[in-house]
Structures are given as structure tokens and as C-alpha cells.
């Protein structure tokens, strides 16, 4: 009976399409597997070239600037948003103030037009992602950013994966400290204070879909 299970002319596809499907397939998961796990896929190390050469570890590092003097709606706004040249020229009027590195910011800011950073850490355009709501309850920019302090040439560091996100909001604590030290480089979270910020934070991170694919 099993022979009259598929017409005669289906005898040619099990040869040369199922059958070495049903072989390469664990072959062809495998594969996949490895794939999306690679640094490379996952753009871990991602260093573009910039127009300027704006580098954080002296800005940030040997400065001190604070991330929100220049990303300064990121603790109201979901984007954390790109600083216009006119920031930068709230310095390098008088600093630096004929650099050819800097040209680039001097034309912007003279012709009211953006500078065209390339976009570093960015997610895909069905995942949403709410800057604020994670900056004012106490998640360091150094979670997903890594230690921008040190960084000449900023570069992705974090896999920005849906389980990467996931292992974050099933357990938050590790990566809670004190809202008000969100933005401070190298910090050390007391011991417990993950814990006392979700107290008293109530946090409690979703993780239906529709929190991110809306």
C-alpha cells in the first residue's frame, strides 16, 4: 500500500528534493545556528567611519562630559537623539577653532544643516525601543553601549539580539543601579541595589511580543 501513497510522477521528487532535504536539513540548522551567532552577523565590533573624528575617550574619559550634554533628550524621548553641530560649537568656537578635522562641524553649523554621523548601535525597524523608559529607571548606558569612556572610535559592542533583551528583562537587577548614576562609566552597583531599585522602581519588564514589535 505504501507504494500508491504518492502519485507515480512524485517518485522523482522524494529521490532528488525530499530525501536530501530530510539529510542536509540538521546540516542546514546547524549552519543557520553558527551563522546568527557570529560576531560578524551580530555586528559586535561594528566601527564605522565617521565625517568627524569625534573621539569619547577623550571627550568622556579624560573630559568628563556627561552623555546627556550631547544626547540630552535621552532621558525624555525614545530616541536618544544625534547632537546638532551647534552643541559642539558651544566649544569648539574657541577651542580648536580652525581644525581641519573640525571642518565638517563649522560647515554644518554655518549652513544650518546636519552633520551625517553613521549610525553605530541601531536595531532592525520592527523592534521598537524606548530610551527613556530604561534610562529613568536605572539602566546604565554602559549595559548596552559598553565602556564609551574608552572608545577613540565608537563600536558596537553588545549582541543586540532578542534574547540578549530578553535575558535582561526576565532578570533586570544585574543591570539596575540608581537612576541618578545611569550615565556614570565603570560603576559599581552597591551589593542589593539592583534589587532596591526594582522595588522601588516597581520594575517589572514585559516580555509579550508587543512590547517591542508593534
Given amino acids: 500500500m505504501a507504494r500508491f501513497l504518492f502519485p507515480e510522477w512524485t517518485q522523482p521528487l522524494k529521490k532528488y528534493v525530499i530525501t536530501p532535504a530530510l539529510l542536509l536539513g540538521p546540516v542546514y540548522i546547524v549552519a ?39 544626547h540630552n533628550v535621552v532621558d525624555r524621548s525614545p530616541k536618544a537623539a544625534v547632537p546638532p553641530a551647534a552643541t559642539c560649537m558651544n566649544c569648539h568656537q574657541t577651542v580648536l577653532p580652525k581644525s581641519e578635522k573640525l571642518t565638517p562641524v563649522r560647515q554644518a553649523f554655518f549652513e544650518n544643516i546636519p552633520v551625517h554621523w553613521t549610525r553605530v548601535t541601531d536595531l532592525p525597524d520592527y523592534v521598537y525601543f524606548n530610551h527613556s523608559a530604561h534610562v529613568t529607571r536605572g539602566i546604565g548606558c554602559e549595559s548596552c553601549h ?31 543601579r540608581d537612576p541618578a548614576n545611569v550615565t556614570a562609566m565603570g560603576y559599581k552597583p552597591a551589593p542589593g541595589e ?12 514585559p516580555t509579550d511580543c508587543s512590547t517591542c514589535h508593534r
Fill in 32 to 70: 543557520l545556528a553558527a551563522v546568527v551567532k557570529d560576531p560578524q552577523t551580530l555586528r559586535i565590533g561594528y566601527m564605522p567611519k565617521q565625517p568627524v573624528p569625534y573621539s569619547h575617550a577623550l571627550h568622556v574619559g579624560e573630559m568628563g562630559l556627561d552623555c546627556r550634554y550631547c
Fill in 146 to 176: 559598553g565602556r564609551i569612556d574608552r572608545m577613540v572610535t565608537v563600536y558596537q559592542t553588545a549582541p543586540l539580539t532578542m534574547q540578549w533583551c530578553l535575558d535582561c528583562h526576565r532578570n533586570p537587577e544585574p543591570n539596575l
Fill in 194 to 205: 539592583g534589587a532596591k531599585v526594582k522595588k522601588e522602581l516597581q520594575i517589572n519588564p
